[in-house]
């Protein structure tokens, strides 16, 4: 699907599923290299930064689960490539990227918070469209930080157990999250780089500034993980704690068991010769013994602090 607006003399091509018609399409209008082309049929594996002569070619990915619109996609990633000339933009993605189509509503009707922002060529929008989706991941990860309080009341209301599967989920989010990212550092200082040199040196500052939105996100990232890491330790803690305490319980039960069986099996023998049994009251003798050795078991592991 091929979406086409325009804001001054800048022109925006937003590519969703692209199909060969339309790749050929924008590669004649806009004198795309073949090579370019072809990648914009098909996600690439790797990001990347290329300049080729009047544009340049950039390839980022981001958490998928942050914009999901089916369950195919829960924990994946969504690829957006870029190509950047000085009077148009070309953005190609495989399915619904929510920042993008939230931009694209903003562009088409000019409703810029502030129009001179935009500037003269299409390396603003680019920013615009770059910073948006840095701020899904904000948002993002704002989630994951709510998941991470609300664990942490239910870790420390006796619910270890059920917490374990929460934090698996929590790691998963984490784990696809810096898998997406990790290597946006080093597009990100490339595209700073060249940048200027090619929209002009007042440009250098928007692409500081994406790279300051890279390190928010990334040192955010950085601090949910180490909470993770505290809480899950503590989860772990406490769950190892009470399953020492239970299998104590348990311990002594059979140690307090153990000789009263051996009691009862005793007087239990068919033998002439058995104390006790025979007289008055000898069911209340056992019985007593039986009491008494379970009090002094007890005496005893009170005494060694067993329980």
Excluded at 247 to 259: E, G, S
């Amino acid at each position: 699907m091929l979406k086409r607006y325009t804001y001054k003399k800048i022109t925006w091509i937003d590519l969703e599923s692209p199909s060969q018609e339309e790749v050929r399409e924008v590669m004649q209008e806009f004198n795309v290299h073949p090579t370019v082309a072809e990648e914009l049929l098909s996600p690439t594996l790797r990001p990347k930064v290329d300049l080729y002569g009047d544009y340049l070619y950039l390839i980022l990915h981001f958490p998928a689960y942050l914009h999901n619109h089916g369950a195919a996609h829960d924990y994946g990633e969504q690829e957006v490539d870029f190509i950047v000339g000085k009077d148009f933009i070309i953005t190609t993605h495989y399915e619904m990227v929510d920042p993008i189509h939230e931009f694209s509503k903003v562009f088409e009707v000019h409703s810029m918070v502030d129009r001179s922002m935009m500037g003269n060529h299409a390396g603003f929008v680019l920013f615009f469209i770059l910073q948006r989706l840095y701020r899904s991941l904000g948002y993002g990860l704002d989630a994951i930080g709510d998941d991470l309080e609300e664990i942490e009341t239910h870790v420390f209301e006796g619910r270890e157990k059920k917490m374990v599967h929460a934090l698996s989920g929590v790691s998963r989010d984490l784990l696809n999250f810096k898998q997406s990212i990790r290597l946006h550092r080093n597009v990100l200082e490339s595209l700073e780089r060249v940048g200027p040199n090619f929209f002009g040196v007042k440009f250098a500052p928007y692409m500081h500034t994406l790279v300051g939105e890279y390190y928010r996100i990334s040192s955010e990232l950085e601090s949910h993980r180490e909470s993770f890491i505290e809480l899950r330790e503590t989860n772990d803690s406490l769950l190892t704690t009470k399953q020492n305490e239970t299998m104590k319980v348990f311990t002594i039960l059979a140690f307090v068991t153990f000789p009263l069986s051996l009691i009862a099996s005793i007087f239990g023998m068919n033998t002439t010769d058995m104390p006790f049994v025979g007289y008055q009251g000898d069911f209340w003798v056992v019985i007593g013994i039986m009491i008494t050795a379970t009090l002094i078991m007890f005496v005893y592991f009170r005494h060694k602090d067993w329980m």
